[in-house]
């Protein structure tokens, strides 16, 4: 079985980097920092669902035979291992979408080391159903759901507010419903005397899922998760959960903690880049107070975490909006290439086209170009452009993430939050 394994997960790891490196350019560095022991719990930052399937390879094969045949196991989001996850990853287009509603991954995705993990504060609305059914029975949507959540899911749904009440829950798990029950939402669309019930089993379950993965790193095993437990919604770091530190109580006192950062160099017409890095181990973790390891976590993040046009082009573009300047191709290079260099001097790690002119030229034409097509500036002379006015805001529903809708704003929030750990740089 596990040599069987062993070749599964090869396949499969071969395929991501394949896959992936067809799109995306991909830099790994700072695997010499990862020893390769068990009880390693291999902690990456999340900005995008995309984190994993990039970052899994690297680590593996660099591991070797021991990981890719069962040495590493993986803490994913519950929603991951149910049916619908498929097309909620693959929203376009959309025939292609229906086509993968029906399919579960979950029996592969446990054959392959994986855990579900749950999320008690925000679950799509899909979850709370399937929850609902395992607790409440088969019953009416209005029985469970306040009259606010089903006039939202009706709209959305396209129906009378009436017929979507009266559907059974087993019935709202159809395609029909797929887009409607997309939303992630709290506790609050449940009905008071509902909430109680559900909130006992979600605790029930989570404590039994930790003892899980507490058994696993207690053995010779390491797990692959997010600390975070979510999609950072504005490009920040968001605070480590509290699973983490339970399951600190449940492991060996010489487990280490891995720092992984994944940064995307998003805003270009060209292929987009993916950098991965590896921070030093945090070694005894357990031994320290929660909030000083979360700081911790955070530091060897974003000291590992590295600059890209995507971040330092943005930096410009938020100052020339403020002061509401117009610029030339020239001038953004020679931003974009000094602060890379200044950067790069204080020990921060950069994408190194940006520390050579003629290919920092290149990526922020990229850049610039990306940035006109998205409504982010207009040309007003050759080569020359002004910011359109807007706010950096990011106003995203709970659960989802604003580089999509909001990239200038999302990639100025991540340079922002890199930079909080070097005083003295001026960006």
Known sequence: MRHLQFLVRSFIAALFVVATRIFYRIEVHGLEHDPGTPHTYLAISHKRDLDAIVAIPPIFFHRGRRALAGGVHFAIRADAFERGYLARMVPRPRWLSRLLYPISVGPLLRWLGA????????????????????????VQAEEVFTPTFIHEAASTARVSFQELAAQRLSRLLVWRYHQALLPFYSEEILLPSVRQRSKRHLMQRVKQ???????????????????????????????????????????????????????????????????????????????????????HLHEAWKQSARFTCTQLGSGF?????????????????????????????????????????????????????????????????????????????????PGETGYGQAPLAYAWNELQDMLTVEEGICV
């Open 115 to 138: 855990h579900p993990i749950e999320q008690l504060s925000l679950r799509s609305a899909s979850e709370w159903v399937r929850e609902l059914l395992r607790i409440e029975g088969d």
């Open 209 to 295: 899922e930790l003892a899980d993965l507490g058994t696993l790193l207690s053995g010779e095993h390491s797990l692959f998760t997010s600390p975070e437990g979510q999609l950072s919604p504005t490009g920040t770091l968001s605070p480590v959960t509290s699973g983490l530190h339970r399951l600190l109580r449940l492991v060996p006192s010489g487990m280490s903690i891995l720092p992984i950062f994944i940064m995307y160099d998003f805003m270009t017409m060209g292929r987009p880049a993916i950098f991965i890095d590896v921070a030093p181990p945090i070694s005894l973790p357990s031994t320290l107070p929660t909030h000083e390891l979360d700081a």
């Open 317 to 397: 573009l938020v100052v020339a909006k403020r002061t509401h300047s117009a610029f030339t191709l020239e001038e953004v290079v020679e931003h974009v290439f000094q602060q890379a260099s200044l950067l790069a001097q204080a020990g921060r790690h950069v994408d190194k086209q940006l520390l050579h002119r003629r290919q920092a030229r290149r990526r922020v034409a990229s850049f610039l170009t990306y940035a006109e097509e998205h409504g982010l500036i207009r040309p007003v002379g050759l080569l020359t452009w002004e910011p359109v006015p807007g706010d950096t805001v990011i106003k995203v529903r």
